[in-house]
């Protein structure tokens, strides 16, 4: 079957540099995708990877390692309100995302 | 532009009820998602469309779900005799295609309760 895991809560302090990792089982891959959610919202894009590397987009970097079905999300110079959600989610072989159930990100001061 | 919008924002209705989501997508976006998050919980994939076509409705939860789409727009989703089950937020999103890597515009959702 299809399946995303990442882990369901982490915690950082304010400015520091947190990881949040994925891992992904699809039928094909076609790209995976990192979306926001803040408390109470609709989720936003982030980033998205197809090739290996790393993508770096300001404060916010994603990785993806294709053979190893890998992905994180990296978040550097932490602020309070990059407390949220992190959904990783991958695409299959129909181009369907596969949604992971999301990253729970607490910044503490 | 205006993003994605979704009406009602809220909605409260008694089990056995039948209700009706909108959603109106980007003008252009030829693709359309229907999902549904239910507390502190990641998002389930219900239906999609390319144009007014819905390819896959495999993700639709019973034969009390359905939706339809029209003039390539804006899509309504029906849940017929609710249940206390159904109660979550149902997400409407768009994106340029559904066959590609294109990113997906969230609408701000329909929060559904079922007393």
């Known amino acids: 079957g299809q399946n995303i895991d990442q882990p369901t809560e982490m915690t950082a302090t304010e400015g520091a540099i947190v990881q949040i990792n994925c891992t992904y089982q699809t039928s094909g891959f076609n790209g995976l995708f990192w979306y926001q959610q803040h408390a109470g919202e609709a989720p936003t894009f982030l980033s998205y990877?197809?090739l290996d590397g790393l993508e770096e987009k300001g404060r916010f970097s994603s990785f993806l390692s294709r053979s190893k079905g890998y992905s994180y999300l990296l978040l550097k110079e932490l602020q309070m309100k990059d407390s949220a959600s992190y959904l990783c989610a991958a695409m299959d072989s129909n181009y369907q995302l596969i949604w992971g159930a999301g990253t729970k990100l607490i910044i503490k001061p | 532009g205006a993003g994605v919008s979704q009406s009602p924002s809220n909605k409260v209705t008694e089990k056995g009820k039948d209700v009706e989501l909108r959603c109106d997508p980007i003008?252009?976006?030829?693709?359309l998602y229907w999902y549904r998050q239910r507390l502190g919980q990641g998002l389930e994939f219900l239906i999609y469309?390319?144009?007014?076509?819905?390819?896959?409705k495999s993700g639709l939860p019973s034969d009390r779900f359905s939706a339809e789409r029209t003039g390539e727009s804006v899509s309504t989703l029906t849940i017929q005799r609710t249940q206390q089950e159904d109660s979550a937020v149902y997400l409407c999103?768009?994106?340029?295609?559904?066959?590609?890597?294109?990113?997906?515009?969230f609408g701000p959702g329909t929060r559904l309760t079922v007393t």
């Open positions: 469309f390319q144009g007014n076509s819905a390819p896959d």
């Open positions: 999103a768009s994106s340029l295609e559904a066959g590609g890597p294109y990113e997906q515009y």
């Open positions: 003008s252009g976006h030829t693709a």
């Open positions: 990877n197809v």
